[in-house]
């Protein structure tokens, strides 16, 4: 099991950038995919972004393809999400997940509070 903590979420302007990010603690961190997915206001959650356990390889969904960035530091156990080109679509409030395997897709079993993004048009 992974614990994990988001934060950086905020009120931003259209076209702004924001830096995302998670503190895991668990000893499968390193093993383990991490993502993002985000769930707007009456809508379901989506996916946004995945890394497999190494950091080499990246998914991105096609809204996000350009704009974010997905990143992660084994040492530090933390999990990153660099967005920028924000567009009013994007509010949200964000989430980091921890996935069952390390490679993608997984299914996540592991999820944080969450961390609400508002861009303003």
């Known amino acids: 099991q992974v614990q994990l903590v988001e934060s950086g979420g905020g009120l931003v302007q259209a076209g702004d950038s924001l830096r995302l990010s998670c503190a895991a603690s668990?000893?499968?961190?390193?093993?383990?995919?991490m993502g993002w997915f985000r769930q707007a206001p009456g809508k379901e959650r989506e996916f946004v972004a995945a890394?497999?356990?190494?950091?080499?390889?990246?998914y991105y969904a096609d809204s996000v393809k350009g704009r974010f960035t997905i990143s992660r530091d084994n040492r530090k156990n933390t999990v990153s999400l660099q967005m920028n080109s924000l567009k009013p679509e994007d509010t949200a409030v964000y989430y980091c997940?921890?996935?069952?395997?390390?490679?993608?897709?997984?299914?996540?079993?592991?999820w944080g509070q969450g961390t609400q993004v508002i861009v303003s048009s």
């Open positions: 668990g000893r499968t961190f390193s093993s383990s995919t």
């Open positions: 890394i497999t356990w190494s950091g080499f390889s990246t």
């Open positions: 997940a921890a996935g069952l395997g390390g490679s993608f897709p997984t299914p996540f079993g592991s």
